[in-house]
Antibody, heavy 118, light 107 residues
């Protein structure tokens, strides 16, 4: 079955960067799209961007351009998201999710909590 | 970006009741709408896509309807396991955008 396993919680200092991972199994990673999302607990969900694993092509929400960088490693079927120049406003849970045939999201990782604090 | 206005923000209902959650888009999204259920500390789970198509494995007491800019999620015969937050998401245009969520509780 499809699985998306995200890396563990991160505590990082303001100004630092962090790299989150999303290891997949159960489907053909190299022909799929992966999206990333931000959710502050108790609030709504924001789409950060997506990456096509086949060629590494990306699309970003304008709001997150310069903040997030999406990459993939097809040899390990893993997607990554780098978050840079972190501030307290970046403290949130970040999810990866695989797009279905349309642009809805049927498969989600369990989420990674990022806490930015000095 | 397309704005999704979801209502109500919170909802309290009794077991066995029917509840409806509404979502209004800032422009026509041509049925490009999904509904998700999210339980505390968990990831969102897809319920409905294309406004009215039930995702595999989702109980038939969940249904979606609507068109144009107005959409709704109905839950029949409310069960205790339905306690969760519910979000709509449009995917007609990039970026995909979500409603603000509805927190459903049992009376």
């Amino acid at each position: 079955q499809v699985k998306l396993q995200q890396s563990g919680a991160e505590l990082v200092k303001p100004g630092a960067s962090v790299k989150l991972s999303c290891k997949t199994s159960g489907y053909t990673f190299s022909t799929s799209y992966m999206s990333w999302f931000k959710q502050i607990p108790g609030q709504s969900i924001e789409w950060i961007g997506m990456i096509y694993a086949g060629d590494g092509g990306t699309g970003y929400n304008q709001k997150f351009k310069g903040k997030a960088t999406l990459t993939v490693d097809t040899s390990s079927s893993t997607a990554y998201m780098d978050l840079s120049s972190l501030t307290t406003e970046d403290s949130a849970v970040y999810f990866c999710a695989r797009e279905a045939v349309g642009h809805w999201f049927a498969y989600w990782g369990q989420g990674t909590l990022v806490t930015v604090s000095s | 970006d397309i704005q999704m206005t979801q209502s109500p923000a919170s909802l309290s209902a009794s077991l066995g009741e029917t509840v409806t959650i509404e979502c209004r888009a800032s422009e026509d999204i041509y049925n490009g709408l999904a509904w998700y259920q999210q339980k505390p500390g968990k990831s969102p789970q897809l319920l409905i896509y294309n406004a009215n198509s039930l995702h595999t494995g989702v109980p038939s007491r969940f249904s979606g309807s609507g068109s144009g800019t107005q959409y709704s999620l109905k839950i029949n015969s409310l069960q205790s396991e339905d306690v969760a937050s519910y979000f709509c998401q449009q995917y007609y245009n990039y970026p995909p955008t979500f409603g603000s969520g509805t927190k459903l509780e049992i009376k």
